[in-house]
């Protein structure tokens, strides 16, 4: 895992799903397909129906019924141009954050930059 690092967005994200997928170590999980630009992570079916992308590395395996091998949410953030927020860990092009009103989820790491970096 990545040390924590402030981040500020610049570039607004709103998140694409309402209702994501929740695993649980030992959860069964089904693989349905891999995403052509984000070739690690794999949208999935959990065990009580919801459905999202999951990186590889939370998976004991990519393709068919597999199990959760890590706690995983596939929450992501509706976030504006300007915040900040403290990053957890990077995948394959996306960042899990934490927000300081206590909100965590994922974003495409492209929208971030390091905070204090005038570029």
């Known amino acids: 895992m990545e040390p924590v690092r402030s981040r ?15 695993l649980r170590v030992g959860d069964t999980v089904d693989v349905q397909r891999s995403d052509p630009d984000f070739v690690e992570w794999f949208w999935c079916r959990g065990p009580d129906g ?14 068919g019924r597999t199990t959760a091998v890590d706690d995983y949410s596939a929450e992501e953030l509706t976030i504006a141009s300007g915040e900040q927020a403290i990053l957890v860990r990077t995948l394959d092009g996306w960042a899990y954050l934490a927000l300081d009103d206590g909100r965590c989820g994922w974003v495409p790491n492209k929208i971030l930059k390091p905070a204090g970096d005038g570029s």
Not at 50 to 63: D, N
């Open 50 to 63: 919801k459905e999202g992308w999951v990186h590889s590395s939370y998976l004991s395996q990519t393709t």
């Open 8 to 22: 500020v967005v610049i570039e607004t994200y709103r998140a694409q799903y309402g209702d994501p997928i929740h």
